[in-house]
């Protein structure tokens, strides 16, 4: 499995940005396509972004496209979520994940598709 390490979480306004960082170990993560999800109270994780293994494609979600971008930097073993123009709606924990296999030719939003998590960091947006 990938160890996988949220940070930049917090509490910010409406229209305010952030930037979300996931640092990865413990197996080469260039190989692996890797993603965010979130998940709010009383709903189930629901997938954001993913970015390709190749770093060739990125996939948003319909509500944050536009918004929200995903990169990685494979040097640093890192890929990050810039969050901009957030709304209330994008109150949830962040989670962090990686492909359940390397090398894998597609791209999954699913829960199942993704075999390492991170343990959340919380982001919340005051109106």
């Known amino acids: 499995q990938v160890q996988l390490v949220e940070s930049g979480g917090g509490l910010v306004q409406a229209g305010d940005s952030l930037r979300l960082s996931c640092a990865a170990s413990?197996?080469?993560?260039?190989?692996?396509?890797m993603a965010w999800f979130r998940q709010a109270p009383g709903k189930e994780r629901a997938f954001v972004a993913a970015?390709?293994?190749?770093?060739?494609?990125?996939y948003y979600s319909d509500s944050v496209e536009g918004r929200f971008t995903i990169s990685r930097d494979n040097a640093k073993s890192t890929v990050y979520l810039q969050m901009n123009s957030l709304e209330p709606e994008d109150t949830a924990v962040y989670y962090c994940a990686a492909d359940v296999r390397a090398l894998r030719p597609m791209v999954g939003r699913a829960v199942v598709d993704f075999g390492s998590w991170g343990q959340g960091t919380q982001v919340t947006v005051s109106s």
């Open positions: 413990g197996r080469p993560f260039s190989r692996y396509t």
């Open positions: 970015i390709h293994w190749s770093g060739g494609k990125t």
